[in-house]
């Protein structure tokens, strides 16, 4: 309990001579009273506290006085603050949050100059796969490291927040021009080299980023950002790792991404996609060999929205990974059905994309889906890209070797598109070869014919099956049959077609002693 004499007590004289925080109320005519909200004091003793002060002027036996009191809120304002800690930033990283940072460039908007200020939007690739194979505590440990690394390489005025998920954000202040924005993303690449070590394994991670610039790019805080994280989805899109800025054009392209991604979530929960058979064929005699199964996304006007529309965004959000179990899974299910209805096992080939290599469920999936369909391993195959394949050698020789093993056979897909040298491919457990079909259709005119032949000779030196795909003419399938191709898919045989379809078009070759 304070006594009369101890209210000037709590106020540290200032070097000007004033006291902090206190109004001389006994020589002020102006006003009667004070309200002082959570003022630092002090104690008796010298320590520190935070008071909201009330102070009136009262007459006291016969003269003028001051009557105080004093609220210590040292409490309350320290919850007050840890629960702003805990709305403004990001419990992972403690880094500033969504909120937070759009506030800031809330406040940054109001004295910027334009053309000088803007956002860098920073995605970390391949999140889903990380989580996958570290675990989601080894996930978050990554993007805490990651969240570490990027905040040593800010200067000056510079803030980073994490945003949900696995992206973060970056508001620069004055900005001469692009290559600042540039410049700093190439610094954070250089920062990134350096591999992480996540559970004692050897992590390297690659971001994608997108840039926007105010006015140009957004009129306020949200706009901006969004205009900078659509550019970061366009840069992930395309897996590029240098800076994508922002503009109206590709803003509407982003707008059409985002709602096919929102719309293939829908097609994956309601059973919406359909998987296609087109056959493979022996080229010595024509008899059916195989299929590969492609996936088709059906519209209610009866159209098909294209794979080469829709493939790239699942790649991007990760959804592609749902659309490879889903396809394995329906392609076991149609090969039960099959062999229950008609006799006949054919084997299927399902793609699989570099995504899928980065995550290790490929082999326990199919398992999964071949036990609970009764269909042997060799009923399945999987096609892997020639790129894919040699830009990831080291991770994918494993998981191709332990799917090899179980029965599953592998084919080499768009060969001759890629970088193989002969060593890498010495070195891969695969089947197949697949010609492009780019060089199929050119086998007859300029250099196709050579390269056909080479690359049917080199298969066969490795011991390989050698397939030729887009086959659509009779002279495309004999100067190929000519130079030693062991099979042919193509429209000159068959087009893609739903399985009750491909269902009958057997049927068909059986009558015709071909299948």
Not at 70 to 80: H, I, N, S
Not at 413 to 441: A, E, M, N, V
Not at 460 to 484: F, N, P, S
Not at 507 to 515: K, Y
Request: charged share 25%.
């Amino acid at each position: 309990m304070l006594d009369e004499c101890d209210f000037r007590r709590t106020f540290p004289i200032l070097p000007d001579g004033s006291q902090e925080g206190y109004v001389d109320l006994l020589n002020r005519d102006d006003i009667d009273e004070i309200n002082l909200v959570a003022r630092p004091r002090l104690r008796r003793d010298g320590s520190r506290f935070l008071a909201d002060v009330a102070g009136r002027r009262i007459r006291w036996k016969g003269e003028w006085a001051v009557q105080t009191a004093l609220v210590d809120v040292t409490a309350r304002v320290r919850a007050e603050q840890e629960l702003r800690e805990l709305a403004t930033r990001d419990a992972l990283t403690h880094l500033p949050n969504k909120a937070l940072f759009l506030e800031q460039l809330g406040f940054a908007l109001r004295d910027a100059r334009p053309g000088r200020l803007g956002v860098l939007f920073i995605n970390v690739n391949r999140m889903k796969g990380f989580n996958d194979a570290l675990g989601l505590a080894g996930g978050d440990e990554l993007l805490r490291q990651i969240g570490e690394r990027l905040r040593s390489q800010l200067v000056g005025r510079s803030l980073i927040a994490k945003f949900p998920g696995d992206k973060f954000a970056v508001l620069m202040h004055d900005v001469d021009d692009e290559s600042d924005l540039i410049t700093l993303a190439q610094r954070f690449d250089d920062l990134l080299q350096a591999r992480f070590t996540i559970g004692g394994q050897p992590v390297q991670a690659t971001l994608s980023y997108g840039a926007a610039v105010w006015p140009f790019d957004g009129r306020n805080a949200e706009e901006l950002t969004l205009a900078a994280e659509r550019a970061c989805g366009n840069a992930n899109l395309r897996r590029a790792r240098q800076v994508v800025f922002s503009d109206q054009s590709m803003n509407a392209e982003a707008a059409r991404r985002y709602d096919i991604e929102r719309r293939l979530a829908e097609a994956l929960a309601n059973g919406r996609l359909e998987v296609h058979y087109q056959p493979k064929v022996r080229a010595g005699d024509g008899r059916v060999v195989g299929a590969e199964a492609l996936i088709r996304w059906p519209v209610d006007d009866g159209t098909f929205i294209s794979p080469a529309e829709f493939i790239p965004v699942a790649e991007a959000t990760g959804q592609i990974l749902d659309i490879g179990r889903f396809v394995v899974r329906q392609v076991c299910a149609d090969q039960e059905r099959l062999a229950r209805e008609i006799g006949l096992l054919v084997p299927v080939a399902v793609n699989v994309s570099a995504i899928q290599f980065q995550n290790d469920d490929m082999l326990r999936t199919a398992r999964q889906a071949l036990e609970a369909h009764r269909v042997p391993p060799s009923a399945l195959q999987f096609e892997v890209t020639e790129s894919a394949t040699m830009e990831q050698i080291d991770e994918v020789i494993p998981m191709l070797a332990g799917l090899r093993t179980f029965g599953i056979r592998i084919a080499i897909d768009d060969f001759g598109t890629g970088y193989s040298s002969l060593s890498h491919l010495k070195r891969l457990p695969i089947d197949y070869l697949k010609l492009d079909r780019s060089f199929t259709g050119d086998v007859n005119g300029g250099d196709g014919r050579s390269i056909a032949s080479a690359i049917v000779g080199l298969g066969h030196a490795l011991g390989l099956t050698v397939i030729a795909e887009g086959v659509e003419t009779e002279e495309e399938a004999a100067t190929l049959r000519d130079l030693g191709y062991d099979e042919f898919q193509g429209f000159l045989y068959a087009q893609p077609m739903p399985i009750a379809r491909y269902r009958a078009w057997i049927l068909e070759q059986r009558v015709l002693g071909r299948a």
